[in-house]
C-alpha cells in the first residue's frame, strides 16, 4: 500500500479519466441524469463520491436561498423550500463541461481511497467539519462509502462506545484520533486495490508506481578548491555579513572663505584680494555693498521680530482699533494653521502605526491555515476563488496543509486549482489568499 502519493500525479491520471469517460457517454446524449450517474462508470465508488458532490451543492443552494424583504425561518416556507428540492433532486441534467470535473474529484478520492485510506477519510471527516460534526452526519455519510467501508463502520461504532450521543457535536482531533486505532487496529482488512486499479486501468492504463510520491535527493554541493588563476576580486574576503562592516569615511578639512570680517569700525568699501585664487572665481563685489561675513548671517526668526502696535498706526494714520483687529485675525490665522499641522502629524502618525501594525500581523506565522481564518475569511476565498464549494476549499486546505514547503504549495494550487477553476492570478482575492499560504511556511 502506497502511504503517499504525488497530488500532481493523481491529478493528472484523474483528469485523463475523467475526459475518456466523459467523452465516451456524451458523445451519445447532452447530459446526464441521477439515474445515469449511479451507473456512469464501472466503479461504484467513484459514481457514489459523484452523487455526493452533487448532494453538497444542493444542500450549498438551498442554504444560500436569503432575503432581506422575506423570512425564510417561517415553517410553512421550509416545507415549500424542502418540497422543491427534492423535486430538483429528481431532475439532476448536468452538461459535459460541468460534469466532467466532478468525474476527476471521484475518481482522484476513489484512488486515494484504495491507496492511502487514511489521508481520504481524514479528508472526509474536514469535510463534514465544516458544519457541526456529529454521528448521524457521519451515519448519513455512509451510503457514499464503498470502498473500505468497514473502516468507516468501525470509526462510527467506536465512537458511539464511548458514549457520544447521535446528536453531540464531536472534536475533529477526537475524531481523527479514533480513526488512527482503528486503522491500526489487527480486526481491520483493508480492500485489495489492484482489482479497482484494473477497472480503472480498463479505461485509461494506471500504473500505481507513477503515484508513488519520490523526494528529490540532496546532493552534497562540491568543495571549493582554492585556485590561483582567478581574478583579483575572487581573492576579496568576506568575512562580516553586509551591515555589520566598517566604513571607513574621510573628512576633508571645512575651507573658510578668505573675507574680512564685517566690523562697527570698518566702514571702508574697500575689499581685499583673496591671496592664491584665480582672477576667474574672484568674488564680484560692488561699492555700495559691502562684503558680508559669512559667520555673521544667521536665520531671524518670526517671534524676534517686534513691532509697537501704537506706534505702527500712527505712521500708517489709521484707528487703532482697526489695526489691533488685523493683528488679532493673524494670530488666529497662525493658531489655526499649527493646531491643523500639528493634527495633520498626529493623523499621519496613527495611520503609519496603524499601517504598521497590520503588516506585523500580517506577517505572523501561523501553524495551521484553517485554524487561521475566521468564518468571513472562509466564506470570501470560498466564494470569490472556489465558486462557492466549500468542499473544494476544504480538500485545497487540506493538500496545503500537507505540503512540505511553499514551493510544493504553489505547484500544487497552480496544476490542481488555478487553471480548472479560472483563478485570475493578478486579483486580489488571490493575493490575500496566497499571503495567508506563505504565513504557513515562514521559516
Not at 481523527?176 to 487496529?185: C, K, R, W
Not at 491643523?340 to 497590520?358: A, P
Request: overall charge negative; some cysteine; aromatic content about 8%.
Amino acid at each position: 500500500m502506497i502511504h503517499t502519493i504525488n497530488p500532481a500525479a493523481l491529478n493528472r491520471y484523474a483528469n485523463a479519466y475523467a475526459k475518456h469517460t466523459c467523452d465516451t457517454f456524451f458523445s451519445q446524449q447532452d447530459s446526464v441524469s441521477g439515474k445515469d450517474i449511479v451507473s456512469f462508470t464501472d466503479i461504484p465508488q467513484v459514481n457514489y463520491l459523484i452523487l455526493f458532490k452533487l448532494f453538497t451543492n444542493w444542500k450549498q443552494e438551498a442554504g444560500r436561498l436569503q432575503s432581506p424583504y422575506f423570512d425564510y425561518s417561517q415553517d410553512e416556507v421550509k416545507s415549500a423550500l424542502e418540497n422543491l428540492m427534492n423535486t430538483l433532486s429528481r431532475f439532476i441534467m448536468v452538461k459535459q463541461d460541468a460534469f466532467e470535473p466532478l468525474v476527476a474529484d471521484a475518481s482522484s478520492a476513489t484512488i486515494e481511497l484504495l491507496l492511502s485510506p487514511r489521508n481520504q477519510f481524514v479528508s472526509i471527516l474536514k469535510y463534514i467539519d465544516f458544519e457541526p460534526l456529529t454521528i448521524q452526519r457521519l451515519q448519513d455519510h455512509t451510503r457514499y462509502i464503498r470502498i473500505n467501508r468497514t473502516v468507516w463502520e468501525s470509526l462510527i461504532a467506536q465512537l458511539q462506545s464511548t458514549g457520544v450521543e447521535s446528536s453531540d457535536v464531536l472534536s475533529l482531533d477526537k475524531a481523527i484520533a479514533v480513526l488512527e486505532d482503528v486503522l491500526t487496529s489487527e480486526g481491520i482488512t483493508l480492500d485489495n486495490p489492484e482489482e479497482y486499479i484494473a477497472q480503472f486501468s480498463a479505461q485509461v492504463p494506471l500504473e500505481v508506481s507513477e503515484l508513488e510520491k519520490i523526494e528529490d535527493e540532496k546532493k552534497p554541493e562540491p568543495e571549493k578548491k582554492a585556485t590561483t588563476s582567478g581574478s583579483f576580486f575572487d581573492t576579496l574576503g568576506d568575512d562580516l555579513p553586509i551591515g555589520t562592516q566598517e566604513k571607513v569615511v574621510k573628512t576633508l578639512p571645512k575651507i573658510e572663505p578668505k573675507t574680512e570680517p564685517l566690523s562697527v569700525e570698518n566702514k571702508s568699501t574697500e575689499t581685499k584680494p583673496i591671496e592664491n585664487q584665480p582672477i576667474e572665481s574672484k568674488p564680484v563685489i560692488t561699492p555700495e555693498l559691502p562684503p558680508v561675513a559669512l559667520n555673521v548671517i544667521h536665520e531671524v526668526k518670526a517671534e524676534e521680530v517686534k513691532v509697537d502696535i501704537e506706534e505702527f498706526a500712527k505712521a500708517a494714520n489709521k484707528p487703532l482699533v482697526s489695526v489691533l483687529s488685523v493683528k488679532k485675525k493673524m494670530e488666529e490665522t497662525t493658531l489655526n494653521e499649527t493646531l491643523n499641522k500639528d493634527m495633520t502629524t498626529l493623523n499621519e502618525k496613527l495611520r503609519k502605526e496603524d499601517s504598521t501594525f497590520i503588516e506585523k500581523a500580517q506577517n505572523q506565522p501561523i501553524t495551521s491555515i484553517k485554524d487561521a481564518l475566521n468564518l468571513n475569511q472562509k466564506y470570501y476565498f470560498i466564494n470569490s476563488l472556489f465558486g462557492g464549494d466549500n468542499i473544494a476549499f476544504a480538500q485545497a486546505i487540506y493538500e496545503l496543509e500537507q505540503a512540505r514547503d511553499m514551493d510544493t504549495a504553489m505547484k500544487l494550487l497552480q496544476v490542481k486549482y488555478a487553471h480548472s477553476l479560472g483563478w485570475d492570478l493578478q486579483s486580489e482575492e488571490y493575493i490575500a489568499f496566497i499571503d495567508v499560504i506563505e504565513r504557513k511556511f515562514i521559516s
